[in-house]
């Protein structure tokens, strides 16, 4: 396998150490997958690795990692079923981010990685900390203060070391980068390497298999992107693929306290705008830089993706209406419902409409 600098273009090898190509840009994988077909999905295997031939996996190395992860259920939120919620904090870390961490450590054993730092909000962190315990790879995980203590707990249950930075989540990851240049540590980062998002295509995937077909509306939070990169990429490759007909509508979010794809896409603008993250509760998608924003913004401009955001006051409230119908989520999640509400009020009603119950509230009461 190699990575494709999206920059520069240049193939490197995908067992390289270094997070980035010399020149600078991210990696891409250069993997096409096979047209998307039914009998192709592994259906003896309980866990996202079901869908292995269409993501660039490496051999079988994924069976001594692999917890299960994926497969969550799709179940309507309100009476009307109006509303579907994929349960994705069900995961074993409680987290949607079980699906990459599960892939990128994976090819991380594969290529023999043994020491890796990662920079996280949380939930990524806590994911890799758990697939690394797994697998046997000595781990570090950096988090902005303000984290969730039960989250910063739960790294280290995993025996990863958790170093708690001041200041934004943005300078926490620069904290994390300047110890991969000094230190020589595998980044195992969630936004640099693609590995990560060939687990998170598998949300797509399994909807559509769980389904038999797509919602016409798919919600999907955006800080850093990894989800949201992964499901584009999945829809995409459905309908090449001629398995669906037309790309669904995307309600992409942000925090209002830290918006800045969606500034851009207000001034149509092709790079994130700059912007003074503040202090949100909505702290899974505070990234003030998202690394892949260009990327991020070419998507969105070419499927015609609207960017709302989720008012700060009502994310509570949220919060609560969703507890009354039996779901316990965290406050990042029921960011989810808010900009979704609010969407609904810029546009109108939005039946058939997906959204991620992405992590579990027991882990950000804080």
């Not at 007909?245 to 207000?266: G, M």
């Amino acid at each position: 396998m190699q990575y494709i600098c999206t920059r520069c273009g240049k193939l490197t090898d995908a067992a390289v150490r270094q997070p980035r190509c010399e020149c600078g840009g991210l990696f891409e994988l250069d993997f096409t997958p096979p047209a998307w077909d039914p009998a192709l999905i592994d259906r003896s295997e309980w866990s996202l690795f079901r869908y292995r031939r269409f993501m660039a996996v490496d051999g079988d190395v994924w069976r001594s990692v692999t917890m299960g992860e994926g497969m969550t259920p799709v179940i309507p939120f309100d009476e009307k079923g109006d509303v579907l919620f994929k349960m994705d904090y069900t995961m074993p870390t409680l987290s949607f981010k079980d699906r990459g961490a599960a892939t990128l450590v994976s090819h991380m054993k594969a290529i023999g990685v043994d020491y890796c730092v990662q920079d996280s909000s949380g939930n990524a962190g806590n994911s890799v900390a758990a697939y690394c315990a797994r697998a046997g790879i000595r781990c570090e995980i950096y988090v902005p203060e303000g984290t969730s203590p039960k989250k910063i707990t739960m790294i280290e249950a995993h025996g990863a070391k958790a170093h708690v930075i001041p200041g934004t989540r943005d300078h926490c990851a620069d904290v994390c980068r300047a110890q991969v240049r000094e230190k020589g540590a595998y980044y195992a980062n969630h936004v640099y390497n693609p590995y990560f998002y060939e687990g998170m295509k598998a949300y797509i995937y399994e909807t559509f298999e769980q389904l038999g077909r797509i919602p016409a509306n798919i919600v999907i939070p955006v800080g850093n992107g990894t989800l949201f990169i992964g499901a584009v990429k999945a829809l995409e490759h459905l309908q090449a693929s001629g398995a669906i007909d037309h790309f669904p509508n995307i309600i992409a979010l942000q925090s209002e306290l830290c918006d800045p794809l969606y500034q851009a896409r207000l001034a149509g603008g092709t790079k994130p705008a700059e912007v003074s993250p503040k202090p949100t509760l909505a702290e899974g998608i505070a990234i003030g830089v998202p690394m892949r924003g260009e990327e991020i913004l070419g998507m969105m401009a070419r499927h015609n993706i609207k960017v709302v955001t989720a008012p700060e006051d009502r994310i509570l409230e949220a919060r609560a209406a969703i507890a009354r119908r039996g779901i316990y989520c965290e406050h990042t999640t029921a960011a989810n419902y808010a900009a979704y509400l609010h969407y609904c009020e810029l546009y109108g009603p939005t039946p058939d409409t997906l959204i991620t119950m992405c992590g579990a509230g027991i882990k950000s009461d804080h």
